[in-house]
């Protein structure tokens, strides 16, 4: 059987991409659009390495099939700097020392973006809560707390 | 965040928190990661693990997978070379031949043109097993009637994971006469443990168990091999060892050394668990292909086949006098392998009585083969479970005697010159004053109105690990534009290669931007010991400090022969050399740059060696303290605050070191709550993913406080110690003891889970 | 992953004309949350399907809809994040909300939806025992046509509904609350967040005028038994009668002999009924509270 054509929109460009009908999301944007930065860690929607946004929402690509996602609109960790300027939060999550191994940092970033978007001004535990679909092994979770209340705190000009 | 620190004044880079060099490549999602990488050609492979625990292979039948489309070849042990492999060596094992030893052994390779072909013909992959008994439990295997785990016995142990870690010379005694599950026994004694227990007012018992956990690095394992047609291997892996990657790859596939490049791609998390895995498989299985091949490994295949960490079960018997004086400790510590010898015995006997000084110890530690996949490091090997014994029995006798938990560690807490029990004596440590910063903590100050509270309790443990020792070099070189080159052989996990920038910066007096730093593949880069054993700023950063040096006297040498004058009387700053007091007299780093690269260059260019030797430990302990709540009617347990504090010797990047510690913590939070693999009676796996698998999400851990504390060592860089793994060790105990605080029932086994705590309530019965 | 082919239909009459079509080894798959993880890693309890057809697209399962005296119409095809993030069901029917916002991640919430958490049938579905505790009923539509029933004979097993090969789930039906009631759905799990419950136990609670009796009483287990369960005995004992904390305390003792757990990697049965217990006598108390305040 030929592949199925699927329209996606990454990033702002639009793709036409030929995938099978198993194929992830997540493997679709990483084979074939060469978008490597969100990765896989557990492939069954348990780590959050692989979170995207899709159609506004934040999901994990790794157990979303990508024909499920044609006509879309999908931002990855790639389309959150613009113009060679690290996003706020991307900007706060180096400063913090937030960042060690950096294999879930993508995700995190993703899940801390979708965060602010929805509540600009969370609470500590809000941001746990936010993030809790994101697992770390690396930090202890501490230096992301705090990244993500600053990149908040520089977001709303505080 | 509070620190108990050294003196700053004097240095412009090391000691202050900066930023890791290789941050933003990280948050944009850019840097490349093994999986990251793209291969004209490539295969991809899939193992077929085995779905039973012990077993004899009747038959491998391949045909059906090989009629998948996109498959390429499907490769079992009868493909691959067989005179180096070595059935008593996991990494040597490659593929299993005749005997399966564990439930997920690796026993065929399908390599397809893509990783979903690769893993349906992987599915359809027949193999015709005749079962043996499984042995699963490692009290059980013990007992002189119980089957055998492997039926040819040991020959030849590989204990190079745990040297990587913890470095020590120890009797081990290896492989007995008799037919038997138990691989290596250890024992240390000292003074007369009848008459310790005698002279004891106070004395406690218990067996403590922890159970097998995984490292979960969020990336799993990812290898790619390509053989080439000059006969070369490479090898891209998410190692944190490339030089031991290289050497054993090349022993077991009969290459010599220099015909290997292992390049270790971005770690994206290790803990010990990424040493040498699979490297000669994925070798082995591109030279049979002739193509690159990877096998990248899905999150439940890396948990049934990598290498976690040991089930533990420490039976201890210690003795305290009324005034808390430590007087006896008797302990037998017991470490399930796996199918393969590798386990922490060593270390889990050094340190059960390595905390606190002790005149009578008497200690057995046993290495018992099951049919489970055999075990590897995961950041201090072995500690965390003797710890996990001994930290709750202090709680108990300080209980048994009214004494304050935190006054009775502080007083037999070991200092310089006191021995481990292996006689060897300790260099300056810093185990009081973590403890004495514990002392300080808001959570610690504050635990009587805790208490108050009900069921809310605070529990502190300490730990310690010893650290690796192997030597390391590195090379610092002056560009033509005056930047610095710094090239190490260390995989960079931690930020290690961000403190060697600041180190090369300190030393020649250079703005960090002027410094570069990179890890090279094993054929270019300079010589350096796994990234394993908290040893890589301790070892490389020597070598990258002496070879800051010798840059700084090769450029001194040629300014004094540019401004004719004594080397001893120039200075350099911000990439000038200029003659004290004659501002006017200078040369730039970027005109010797000139000079010694350029056409016709008068000098030769300037590469600064450094190369070192580690003989000594620079052992780090860390105290922690817990603040937990206890629903004790469902046994949940939430952790409210927890801090944690570590003597690093001298923190060279506190950012880093904060975030290191805070990470182990964590992590030792997660062998306490919620971490466990579990096996049925057959010795099959019951939780190979992360949902059954319970990593410490967001909720479940608070903002751990990180406490630095500098007792500096004798060797290390600026007084720089291990850092790395301190931090895991006290994690489990510290919760025990804040629970045991908090609603009076003592727990036993972590992890700590709601249900262990109705048990040990006794609210339920059956 | 084994090859499969997939249909996208854009309306439910597509979407069973597809199944049609295309005969056995049909699947549907909806936020695919739990689908796409089984079609990976195993532990699917149906033959491995030759196709897929997406519910995504079709409009009839989005429906959320409020009826005067009727009450709500909820579509299957809403994601846990949309029932929620629904005002009408946060006001309403805050015990679905409790059930739907626990759900896996915030990621999950933003896939998975109310009607594959019902055909996944895992006993331990957090949005099963608010279902059945708020006595909803499930339209169905297939082939054959259309039939509803309540929620309580929806399961037939751990992976099993009466959903027949080509019949989907359309709709839940929520009766309106009485006035005085209050409903409320608390699960126990290890960790604090992304887990599968252990014990799920949701309570609706129906006060009469004076609020000294308990007119109804609705409980509902999940994890305690092949499907999620009611437990009626408890739930009589309950009802008409005064809400003391003996009385409480004796219907949660009944729910806990009414759940047959079995032993897992999750929990033991003993822990399971221990916090069936539990959790059911610290739920009937917050929701008799909840009610009496209107």
């Not at chain 2, 490769?75 to 990494?91: C, E, F, G, K, M």
């Not at chain 2, 994925?282 to 990598?306: C, F, N, T, W, Y």
Request: aromatic fraction near 4%; glycine fraction near 10%.
């Amino acid at each position: 059987m030929p592949k199925r054509l699927i329209n996606l929109t990454v990033n702002g460009e639009a793709y036409e991409v030929a995938v099978e009908p198993w194929w992830s999301l997540l493997y679709t944007v990483r084979e074939e659009l060469g978008l490597t930065g969100s990765k896989e860690g557990c492939g069954t929607g348990d780590c959050g390495a692989c979170s995207m946004l899709v159609d506004g929402r934040l999901v994990t690509s790794c157990i979303m099939l990508a024909v499920e996602a044609d006509g879309c609109q999908v931002t990855t960790i790639e389309g959150l700097a613009t113009d060679g300027n690290l996003h706020p939060v991307q900007q706060a999550f180096v400063e913090k020392g937030a960042v060690q191994c950096g294999y879930c940092i993508p995700g995190m970033v993703m899940a801390a973006y979708d965060l602010l978007r929805r509540n600009p001004n969370p609470t500590l535990e809000e941001v746990r809560l936010g993030l809790a679909g994101n697992l770390c092994r690396c930090t202890g979770y501490a230096k992301i707390y705090e990244a993500v209340l600053a990149a908040a705190e520089r977001m709303r000009g505080d | 965040m509070a620190r108990e620190t050294l003196e700053r004044t004097g240095f412009r880079h090391v000691g202050r928190p900066v930023d890791r060099i290789d941050a933003t490549g990280k948050v944009t999602g850019e840097t490349p990661y093994g999986d990251d990488l793209r291969f004209p050609r490539l295969l991809h492979a899939k193992l077929v693990h085995a779905p039973v625990a012990h077993a004899r292979i009747r038959r491998i039948d391949v045909s059906k997978a090989l009629a998948v489309p996109g498959v390429e070849a499907v490769v079992t042990a009868a493909d691959l070379p067989s005179h180096r492999i070595n059935p008593d060596v996991r990494q040597q094992t490659l593929l299993a031949r005749d005997e399966v030893l564990f439930y997920g052994q690796p026993v065929a390779a399908v390599l397809a043109r893509d990783p979903y072909a690769a893993a349906h013909a992987r599915d359809l992959v027949e193999v015709e097993y005749e079962e043996l008994p499984a042995v699963v439990d490692p009290l059980e295997a013990m007992r002189e009637d119980s089957p055998l785990a492997r039926t040819s016995a040991i020959q030849e142990a590989d204990r190079s994971e745990e040297q990587g870690h913890i470095t020590i010379e120890a009797e081990q005694e290896q492989a007995q006469s008799r037919p038997s599950n138990v691989s290596s026994t250890i024992t240390f004694k000292r003074g007369d443990i009848e008459a310790g227990f005698a002279e004891a007012d106070a004395v406690v018992e218990g067996t403590w168990r922890s159970a097998m956990v995984h490292q979960s690095y969020i990336e799993p394992h990812v290898t790619i091999a390509d053989y080439d047609a000059n006969g070369e291997l490479t090898i891209w892996s998410s190692t944190q060892a490339p030089f031991h990657v290289r050497h054993e790859v090349a022993r077991t596939l009969g290459l010599p050394d220099a015909r290997v490049r292992v390049v270790a791609t971005e770690v994206g998390g290790g803990f010990g668990g990424k040493i040498y895995l699979y490297e000669a498989l994925v070798g082995a299985l591109a030279i049979h292909a002739r193509r690159p091949v990877k096998l990248a490994m899905s999150r439940k295949e890396d948990m049934l086949a990598a290498t976690p960490a040991p089930q533990a079960v420490v039976q201890l018997k210690a003795g305290m006098k009324a005034d808390g004086t430590l007087v006896a400790l008797q302990a037998r510590v017991i470490y399930d392998s796996g199918a393969f010898p590798g386990a922490p015995v060593l270390p889990g006997c050094l340190l059960i009585g390595g905390s606190y000084k002790c005149p009578n110890l008497d200690i057995e530690g046993f290495e018992v083969l099951t049919n489970k996949v055999s075990v590897g490091a995961l950041r201090a090997p072995g500690a965390p479970h003797v710890a996990f014994a001994l930290e709750s029995a202090m709680d108990m006798l300080a209980q048994r005697l009214e004494l304050d938990p935190l006054e009775v560690r502080l007083k037999n807490a070991v200092e310089k010159g006191d021995p481990l029990p292996s006689g060897q004596p300790y260099p300056a440590i810093g185990l009081k004053e973590c403890l004495e910063a514990i002392a300080r903590t808001e959570i610690w100050q504050q635990r009587h109105q805790t208490r108050q509270r009900p069921n809310r309790g605070v529990g502190v443990a300490v730990g310690g690990w010893l650290g690796g020792l192997q030597p390391a070099s590195a090379t610092v070189g002056l560009n033509a534009d005056g930047t610095v080159n710094v090239t190490v052989g260390a995989a960079d996990i931690t930020g290690t290669n961000t403190t060697f920038a600041q180190i090369a910066a300190e030393e020649l007096n250079l703005p960090l931007s002027m410094v570069s730093v990179v890890t090279g593949d094993t054929k270019t880069a300079p010589y350096a010991g796994m990234t394993a054993g908290s040893k890589t700023t301790y070892t490389v950063g020597r070598a990258v400090k002496l070879a800051a040096e010798d840059a700084r006297q090769q450029i001194l040498a040629i300014a004094s022969q540019r401004l004719e004058v004594p080397a001893e009387e120039l200075e350099m700053e911000d990439g000038v050399v200029r003659a004290k007091g004659q501002p006017e007299k200078q040369v730039t780093f970027a005109e010797l740059g000139r000079l010694t690269t350029g056409f016709g260059a008068r000098y030769a260019p300037i590469v600064g060696r450094g190369a070192i030797t580690a003989r000594r430990q620079a052992p780090g302990f860390s105290a922690q303290v817990a603040e937990v709540e206890v629903d004790p009617d469902t046994g949940e347990v939430t952790v409210l605050r927890y801090a944690v504090a570590q003597d690093v010797g001298f923190a060279i990047n506190p950012k880093s070191v904060e975030g290191q510690m805070q990470g182990g913590a964590a992590q030792g939070l997660g062998i306490a709550l919620s971490e466990e693999m579990v096996y049925d009676e057959r010795g099959r796996l019951l939780n190979p993913n992360l949902l059954d698998y319970r990593l410490p999400t967001t909720r479940d851990v608070p903002p751990i406080e990180a406490i630095i504390v500098e007792v500096p060592s004798e060797e290390g860089p600026y007084g720089a110690r291990i850092v790395g793994e301190p931090s895991i060790v006290p994690g489990p105990a510290a919760v025990a003891n804040a629970v045991a605080d908090a609603v009076g029932a003592r727990i036993f086994e972590v992890p700590i889970t709601p249900e262990r705590v109705l048990r040990a309530l006794g609210k339920l019965q059956d | 992953m084994r090859p499969f082919a997939h249909f996208s239909p854009k309306s439910l009459d597509e979407a069973l004309d597809t199944f049609r079509r295309e005969g056995e080894g049909g699947r549907p798959i909806a936020g695919g949350t739990d689908l796409v993880v089984q079609l990976k890693e195993g532990g699917h309890k149906f033959p491995y399907p030759r196709y897929l057809v997406s519910l995504r697209r079709l409009p009839e399962l989005k429906v959320l809809e409020w009826r005067e005296g009727e009450g709500l119409r909820l579509g299957a095809g809403l994601t846990m994040s949309e029932v929620v993030e629904s005002a009408l069901v946060r006001e309403r029917y805050p015990a679905l909300v409790d059930g739907a916002g626990i759900v896996g991640s915030l990621q999950t919430m933003n896939m998975a939806t109310i009607g594959g958490n019902a055909c996944n049938a895992a006993p331990s579905a957090d949005t099963a025992p608010p279902l059945l505790a708020l006595e909803a009923r499930a339209r169905v539509v297939g082939p054959e046509g259309e039939r509803v029933l309540p929620v309580e004979q929806f399961w037939l097993g751990p992976g099993r509904t009466v959903l027949r090969p080509g019949e989907l789930l359309v709709e839940f039906l929520l009766p309106p609350p009485a006035p005085r009631s209050a409903a409320v759905y608390r699960r126990h799990t290890p960790r604090k967040q992304m887990d599968i419950a252990v014990v799920g136990v949701a309570v609706a609670v129906e006060l009469d005028g004076d609020g000294r009796t308990l007119k109804r009483a609705r409980i509902a287990l999940g994890a305690v038994a092949p499907t999620p369960i009611r437990a009626r005995r408890a739930e009589a004992a309950l009802e008409g009668q005064a809400p003391t904390p003996e009385a409480i305390a004796r219907a949660a003792a009944l729910a806990r002999e009414e759940a047959t757990p079995i032993s897992d990697v999750r929990g033991s049965a003993a822990f399971r009924r221990h916090l069936v217990e539990v959790v059911t006598e610290r739920l009937l108390h917050e929701a008799i509270e909840r009610a009496r305040r209107g």
